[in-house]
């Protein structure tokens, strides 16, 4: 006798199977399969049923996954025009795939990645194919994490995607899913994704605007599609001689306009999975015009839900770091964090609140593991030697201050010179790859010891004669290594183009409209014959021109 569940009838397991197996191989239903309602129930229905059963679960199992798999193929194969959303319907496969895959001997790998790149890449933005998919990443995490321990870090820029797109309601269970994105390979590219939340609520923004809605179609495929169209441009320029428009003409100034999709900083921005690069889209050209133009605007609620949760998510991610992650990639982490403390979205509150859990963070880590200052030492020094100059020793009233940590950057200038002239040390010849690693971090350090102390001079004026000196004694050095030596060239030179030089050295908080001070974003549109062009080229000798700033701005 047949058990309930194989019994024949509307809502039996025989029932539910023909209606998948019809499915699976309707050719008219190809073009859009999670178009009938009915699919969805009946994949749940079966799921219950093989839970449920007894003495026949293998069997039920066995003979439903063929037409589970094949449903699933096509599904995430449909054309990217399709009007159904088919992300639950995927989840709903996929926990089947992971409840009963052992029974089939069945690896769920394959087609875990599928669902990411052919359905969650499209369908990031929706709001309940968004919520499924952090409510299935957190009932299974137990599983992916002993049977695919690299699919969540692999995919961890989708999912910040996901989160950016539909804002706080779903804060809550992104919290449960951001330590499961730790890895060997994505701890410091999830850190800087994680700095980068609001940036990346604009660029998504700037998609939307572009290109329409986020839902339906992959961002990558909008990136792809500029291609065949400049193609043409091209060849309609050949054969015509008509003029390619430049459509990048108001990009800087106008963020409505189109996306400019070659840009390296939104296709780092954009990505959908970890590459293991750290991010360096802070120096791209187009960054400085789309923090204006976002500054200027007025934010979106999803960008001030994003200005609220990435401090959050910080202090979540640098809680694990500490307590799970070991001495070498905190070690790794720690320089890295501190090159972003000048480098994050311009936003008062924001920059409060990243600032502080960047601080508490590396004290705690200190204070966890003390040997990480030794093996730091010279990355703090160069960013301390960093933080004197750039901020002037504190204002303009910290005269004897200035004039105090000025002194002690002569003497460690002076103390390395003569180091370096003693050939750093004498066992050279036994440890030349030490030697090399010493004079290459004493050459670095140098650096940062010769550009604070120029800048310490064009914020106290003061203390110029005393930095040109300093400077004039290194550009005389016949054994300093040649980055240290040219960088001295170029400050001395700055220096006596005291105008520009406050300008290029001077502090980098506003200062007004005064004498030399020159807002570089409008470098464009500014008259560049003052420039000592020697500077810049690289050029010996004396500048080639006859006259400097001060014939052209004010003195008073």
Not at 415 to 424: D, F, K, W
Not at 526 to 551: N, R
């Amino acid at each position: 006798m047949a058990s309930p569940e194989l019994a024949a009838g509307d809502g039996s397991y025989d029932f539910h199977l023909r209606s998948l197996s019809a499915a699976s191989r309707d050719s008219a239903a190809a073009a859009d399969p999670a178009s009938d309602p009915n699919l969805l129930d009946s994949v749940r229905r079966m799921c219950e049923m093989c839970k449920e059963a007894k003495g026949s679960s293998d069997e039920m199992v066995a003979r439903a996954f063929p037409v589970m798999s094949k449903l699933f193929q096509r599904c995430a194969a449909a054309p990217t025009q399709s009007v159904a959303s088919s992300g639950v319907l995927l989840l709903t496969i996929l926990q089947f795939f992971l409840d009963f895959g052992e029974a089939v001997l069945h690896d769920a790998d394959g087609s875990l990645r599928t669902f990411f790149r052919s359905c969650l890449s499209r369908e990031f933005a929706d709001p309940i194919v968004a919520k499924r998919t952090l409510e299935f990443l957190i009932v299974n995490k137990t599983k992916i994490l002993n049977s695919f321990p690299t699919l969540i870090p692999q995919f961890f820029p989708l999912l910040l995607k996901l989160i950016a797109s539909n804002g706080e309601r779903l804060e809550r269970k992104f919290s449960e899913v951001l330590p499961l994105m730790m890895s060997a390979g994505s701890f410091l590219p999830l850190f800087l994704s994680l700095m980068d939340l609001p940036m990346l609520v604009v660029a998504l923004e700037k998609v939307e605007r572009s290109s329409g809605t986020l839902i339906g179609s992959s961002i990558a495929t909008i990136q792809k599609s500029a291609a065949p169209e400049m193609l043409l441009a091209l060849m309609d320029e050949a054969y015509t001689g008509s003029a390619i428009e430049d459509a990048s003409g108001n990009a800087g100034s106008d963020d409505s306009g189109p996306l400019d999709l070659a840009d390296p900083m939104f296709l780092d921005l954009l990505k959908d999975e970890n590459d293991g690069i750290a991010a360096k889209h802070w120096t791209s050209p187009t960054i400085s015009s789309t923090l204006q133009a976002a500054v200027n605007s007025p934010q979106s609620d999803r960008l001030k839900q994003s200005l609220k949760m990435a401090p959050r998510f910080l202090t979540l991610y640098f809680a694990t770091a500490l307590r799970d992650v070991n001495d070498s990639l905190l070690c790794a982490l720690i320089p890295v964090v501190m090159s972003r403390y000048a480098a994050m979205f311009p936003d008062k509150v924001y920059s409060f609140e990243v600032r502080k859990r960047l601080s508490d963070f590396i004290l705690a880590a200190f204070q966890r593991s003390p040997d990480i200052i030794a093996l730091l030492k010279t990355e703090l020094a160069l960013h301390l030697c960093w933080a004197i100059g750039e901020h002037g020793a504190g204002g303009k009233n910290r005269k004897d201050v200035a004039r105090e940590l000025f002194e002690n950057l002569e003497l460690l200038l002076y103390e390395n010179l003569a180091t370096s002239r003693l050939g750093l040390s004498q066992d050279t010849g036994f440890d030349p790859m030490g030697a090399s690693s010493r004079k290459s971090s004493q050459a670095r350090l140098l650096c940062f010891v010769v550009t604070a102390i120029a800048k310490l001079a064009t914020f106290h004026n003061e203390l110029l004669p005393r930095a040109r000196v300093s400077l004039a004694k290194v550009a005389r050095s016949r054994t300093s290594d040649r980055r240290v030596w040219q960088r001295a060239c170029d400050y001395l030179g700055l220096l006596n183009e005291p105008a520009i030089c406050l300008s290029v050295l001077g502090p980098s908080a506003a200062q007004g409209n005064g004498p030399g001070i020159v807002n570089w974003s409008e470098g464009g549109t500014k008259m560049v014959a003052h420039i000592p062009f020697y500077l810049l080229a690289e050029q010996k000798g004396a500048p080639i021109h006859d006259f400097s700033f001060d014939d052209l701005l004010p003195t008073e």
